[in-house]
């Protein structure tokens, strides 16, 4: 009798233990980031070669791009466009009217026309609606006016076109059914919250996750506004503005580096360097703006895009760097020198604020994907000009 | 003629496996009161905890009705013994109704849902221990005389064939310990259920039990009838005392005698009324004589134990010269004669002389008569 | 001849005492109807009780609304009352284990070894390339739990007392903190952002199939625990008295932590660590019925912590809209008085 009862004790818990499993594995594929998912597109893991045939639909051209590496985009005929995110999701934009293709494979995501009521949780994005003027067809954010470091979403949400719909982890879902969302525009944040996710997803409401933050190249970075261009109906307004931004930083192409050194870096609270990765858009920034990145070489094997250094292998790298940028769009908490200083004390002893070449970069540096152009010619300000001081837009001198 | 009920066979208990006392065998009959008596941590609760299987057995067997006890499931043993322990419930918000209840247990069904009838049953016990009104009250909330009746009224619910009971008496003022007693008495005589307790007060022990175990060092030094086990030098050896003595006549208690050879003080009594001056004497530590006292008479059984010196005299028989000299030597070295009170019969006529005696000597004291003195 | 017997009997006092329970389960009924129903109603959008019931039970209404109670708000309270419930019996039964009313769900330290495997996913599901899903999490949090389970398990068979064991919990619980510290460390911000907040606990975003496995799971173990009310009622007395009324206490103990493990993996697993839930909710139910004894308490638990979970949830949900609060935030604000008030009860008790 207690055999029994202690068999029936672990049969219970294997029961648990597969049902777990089970589940894990159906509903993982509902999920558009199944480990299921991630094989179907081991292909897909670069830039497309070609367009995809889908039955139904002629190809007619694609989306120019100069230096976006993350995307592409293929136009067909009747206004249909395939969107492909490298290593993320694929979405068919079907057109008002238009008919849903048949044999359209299951991990491409529908999106029919218009696409509106966005909910734009990537927050690097917002600017490039707004230069495009496509912010009717954003609704919903994840920022509240507080966290904007630009005006144009502060006013819009206090005239109330945009609403605060909670941050990404914690979305309002009901907000979201409410206002009729069309899409949800995720950072890659979302990918550590995936419930979030599958919940969007379950409540009918596609998601996108934006990888523009891949993008090595700064301009590249802003050329994803042409892939958001083609998805609101924006195409001309993105492109003109883009093609404005290239040119300003075109004009520097033939500008030889200064071969000054920057160091660009914030001081994590447990006192860590964190410096980007040299193949990162800020570091690019710096070397078409005329000076030199010096962590260029600095990568610690893990893949991820911002490495931690101990103030002493920063110190020996980057004693003798003509400037200091401080990242002050994730460390608002220096304003001055002194703020600076007061991080560590070797800092005192480096070259740059020895000299008083000392700068900080604001919130701007991340929000503002759509001006890379500008910001790189700020930097370019920075590094030729007399008095940078008075010309500067973006950046401030940390006295 | 009968077979044997609950046995002990080579018994052998303790703790981690390490024996405590071994080879013990016991044969207890259905209906006994068999009381295990010894000094502390001698191993009585080992050997209990041992028959209750809350210990595990080291060697040797318990057979209940020819059945080894540890084959029996703990359910079926659940409906034929049951225990009151020394430990301590922790209750919450029980009253004493539910905790008799548990008794039922082994009867009720698989939620253990109560019938009229295991409630009438529950009613039934708390009456045996006169504690039919300590039912709705909460455990907690109640002395621990009275916990200790609960427990019992818990384990008498539970119908078993045995009892087995951890010095049951042990919080018990004198009152209690002879309810408990005369309960467990009564369960065994009239209900036929066999007793097995350890116990301190040894005098109760005596009075009771059908059987007596002595558990002392390493094994069981003695198995058998009150009578058998009661006597002075094996109590004495038992608990190695050497502060005092058992009576087993009577079954008290008694300290030291008072310390000295020579006695100070000559104390002429009988029939008990020496009993009080010896004790008194006693207490201020002066060493007494006593006479002349029959051997039959009460106050010569303490005198014996407490008096440096006692003159005896065989019962019924005229006081003899011998016994008459003595006394009149005691009288004479002692410096305070004390006269409790004694009837002057045909027989012993001769006190009177010695009463003169100690008068003639200034050491009379007479102490006030409470009854008649024949003069 | 009738049912109440003379006097102050047995019978009589179980005839007053029944009166006593039916009152507190109807109200603990009426409280939990009145409850789910706040809860459906309340949201950022609002949505009249007409139209609620309407949907609730024909399905039939606005496409949004219907939305938002089906998939949104139904199965977060369904999930909140029956993790609730859950979480307040697995206390229950460890505080039987321990006849200590003071232990709590997580003594053994099952919310230690689930926060610790769900850290480690965390950190290294992305490093590997792994995606993941909301059954990691889950599953992470599960396996966790498991192991802190398996351990205890394999030291309360050898063990003859009870302080060993909670020392062998609390020793997990320390244990797997300090290497979920360590692993911390080589963390990066953004991969960890989130494990503060799920260790704090929280009912968003559950979904039907959430609901599905967890009534299962939960169904079959609450079945469970209240079949064992006897041997639950016997243990009450103590071991040695429960072992001689017939309960084998080597297989009964191994069944209580087991049964109260499951209860509280589940919850930690779905919802994370929740605190003062198992100890505040039984605490209060068996005041309010007046007894401790199993067969009215267990069922009695599980509905009071539904409420009280549910209530919590609402709050949560409400008070800082569209901010969610932590629910173990709220729980606290909610439950801590009451420990406080019942261990300051004791001791005045005690004394």
């Known amino acids: 009798m207690r055999k029994m009862k202690r068999t029936l004790i672990w049969l219970l818990l294997v029961c648990m233990a597969a049902c777990f499993g089970m589940s894990a594995c159906t509903t993982g594929g509902e999920g558009a980031g199944s480990a299921d998912e991630s094989a179907a597109k081991a292909s897909a893991s670069e830039e497309m070669t070609s367009a995809p045939e889908i039955t139904g639909l002629t190809f007619e051209s694609e989306l120019e791009k100069d230096y976006a590496e993350q995307f592409n985009v293929y136009r067909y005929e009747g206004g249909y466009k395939y969107f492909h995110i490298v290593d993320g999701d694929d979405f068919l934009f079907v057109p008002e009217d238009g008919e849903v293709p048949e044999d359209l494979p299951e991990e491409v995501t529908v999106l029919q026309a218009p696409v509106e009521n966005i909910y734009l949780a990537a927050t690097a994005q917002m600017a490039l609606f707004i230069s495009m003027g496509g912010e009717d067809s954003l609704r919903m954010t994840s920022l509240k006016q507080d966290g904007w470091t630009f005006d144009e979403p502060k006013k819009l949400l206090d005239d109330g076109a945009l609403l605060f719909a909670g941050k990404y982890s914690e979305p309002d879902y009901e907000m979201l059914i409410d206002e009729n969302c069309g899409l949800a525009i995720e950072s890659t944040m979302i990918y550590h919250t995936p419930e979030v996710k599958e919940m969007i997803e379950e409540l009918g409401i596609p998601v996108l996750v934006d990888r523009s933050s891949y993008e090595s190249n700064p301009l590249g970075r802003m050329e994803w506004i042409k892939f958001y261009g083609e998805l609101i109906g924006k195409e001309e307004e993105a492109k003109a503005f883009y093609d404005e931004q290239k040119a300003k930083v075109e004009a520097l192409e033939d500008f030889e580096n200064t071969e000054k050194t920057v160091a660009f870096f914030y001081i994590s609270t447990d006192g860590k360097a964190m410096v980007r990765r040299g193949d990162d858009y800020i570091p690019a920034m710096i070397e078409m703006a005329g000076a030199r990145y010096i962590f260029k070489d600095v990568d610690d094997g893990s893949g991820k895009q911002t490495i931690p250094m101990t103030m002493e292998a920063f110190y020996d790298i980057a004693k003798d760097a003509d400037y200091i940028v401080y990242n002050a769009s994730i460390d608002s908490s220096v304003k001055t020198l002194d703020d600076l200083l007061a991080k560590d004390p070797v800092l ?37 000009s007399d008095d940078p001081e008075s010309e500067l837009n973006y950046i401030t001198k940390l006295k | 003629m009968s077979e044997k009920y609950f046995e002990l066979s080579n018994l052998s208990v303790g703790y981690n496996k390490k024996t405590l006392i071994h080879d013990i065998c016991l044969d207890i009959k259905k209906g006994e009161i068999v009381t295990l008596i010894g000094p502390n941590g001698a191993g009585k609760s080992t050997i209990l905890k041992s028959i209750t299987r809350q210990l595990e057995i080291i060697g040797g067997k318990v057979l209940f009705d020819s059945e080894e006890i540890r084959s029996i499931s703990y359910k079926d043993l659940s409906t034929r013994m049951a225990v009151v322990l020394t430990d301590r419930l922790k209750t919450e918000l029980l009253t004493c109704h539910d905790i008799v209840a548990t008794g039922r247990y082994p009867y009720t069904g698989r939620l253990g849902i109560l019938s009229h009838e295991d409630e009438e049953k529950v009613d039934d016990a708390l009456r045996a221990v006169n504690a039919l009104d300590l039912g709705s009250r909460d455990f907690n909330a109640i002395s621990d005389g009275q916990k200790q009746r609960i427990l019992l009224a818990r384990a008498i619910c539970q119908e078993p064939e045995i009892i087995i009971l951890d010095e049951p008496t042990s919080f018990l003022d004198i009152r209690y310990k002879l309810e408990l007693l005369s309960i467990l008495g009564r369960m065994a005589k009239k209900n036929g259920i066999t007793i097995i307790m350890t116990l301190h007060e040894i005098d109760l022990a005596q009075k009771i039990s059908d059987k007596i175990v002595c558990v002392s060092g390493d094994h069981v030094t003695r198995y058998g009838t009150p009578q058998e086990v009661f006597k002075e030098e094996i109590i004495k050896d038992l608990y190695g005392i050497d502060n005092g003595f058992f009576d087993p006549m009577f079954g008290s208690i008694e300290l030291m005698k008072p310390a000295g050879e020579t006695p100070e003080v000559f104390v002429i009594s009988s029939g008990g009324a020496g009993i009080p001056v010896y004790r008194e004497l006693q207490k201020t530590n002066t060493p007494f004589a006593a006479g002349i006292l029959y051997e039959n008479d009460m106050d010569y059984q303490l005198a014996r134990l407490l008096a440096c010196e006692v003159v005896a005299e065989s019962p019924f028989e005229e006081i003899s010269d011998s016994a008459f000299e003595r006394a009149k030597e005691l009288i004479s070295t002692c410096s305070r004669v004390i006269n409790a009170g004694l009837p002057i019969g045909p027989h012993n006529r001769r006190m009177l002389e010695l009463l003169d005696f100690a008068m003639a000597q200034g050491k009379l004291e007479t102490l006030p008569a409470e009854g008649d003195q024949h003069g | 001849m009738q049912n109440t017997g003379a006097a102050g009997s047995f019978r009589q006092e179980n005839f007053r005492r029944r009166s006593r329970y039916i009152t507190v389960f109807a109200v603990l009924a009426i409280a939990f109807c009145v409850i789910i129903v706040i809860n459906i109603n309340s949201g950022n959008v609002n949505i009249p009780i007409s139209r609620i019931l309407d949907i609730l039970f024909t399905r039939d209404g606005d496409p949004k609304e219907v939305d938002i109670i089906w998939t949104i708000r139904l199965p977060r309270i369904l999930m909140a009352a029956m993790l609730g419930g859950a979480l307040s019996l697995s206390g229950f039964l ?50 966790g739990s498991l192991m802190s389970i398996g351990f205890i398990l394999l030291v309360a068979r050898r063990i003859k007392n009870m302080a060993a064991l909670l020392v062998a919990g609390i020793m997990i619980g320390y244990i797997c903190s300090a290497i979920t510290d360590f692993i911390v460390t080589f963390a990066s911000d953004s991969d960890i952002v989130n494990l503060h907040g799920w260790s704090l606990g929280s009912f968003s975003g559950m979904s039907w199939s959430n609901v599905h496995i967890t009534f299962v799971v939960v169904g079959v173990t609450l079945i469970l625990t209240f079949l064992c009310s006897k041997p639950i009622g016997a243990y009450q007395l103590g071991e040695a008295y429960a072992q001689s009324i017939g309960v084998n206490i080597k297989f009964f103990r191994i069944a209580l932590i087991l049964l109260s493990s499951i209860f509280s993996a589940t919850v930690t697993a779905f919802a994370g660590p929740i605190s003062f839930v198992g100890i505040a909710v039984p605490f209060l139910i068996k005041g309010a019925l007046g007894t401790s004894k199993p067969i009215v308490v267990i069922p009695a638990t599980f509905v009071g912590g539904g409420v009280f979970c549910m209530f919590c949830d609402l709050i949560a949900r409400l008070a800082f809209a569209p901010l969610e609060l932590n629910i173990s935030t709220v729980t606290s604000i909610f439950g801590a008085p009451v420990v406080i008030y019942m261990m300051i009860n004791r001791k005045r008790r005690a004394q």
């Open chain 1, 348 to 384: 005192k002893e480096m070259k740059a604020v020895k000299e008083g070449n000392c700068w900080s970069s604001g919130g701007a540096m991340y929000q503002r994907t759509d001006i890379a152009g500008d910001m790189i010619l700020d930097f370019h300000t920075l590094f030729t």
């Open chain 3, 94 to 143: 460890l505080q039987t284990f321990f006849e200590n009313p003071i232990a709590g769900p997580f003594v053994l330290g099952i919310s230690s070894g689930a926060k610790m495997v769900v850290a480690f996913v965390m950190i290294y599901s992305m490093s590997l390339g792994y995606t993941m899903s909301s059954y990691t999490m889950i599953g992470a949090a599960f396996i």
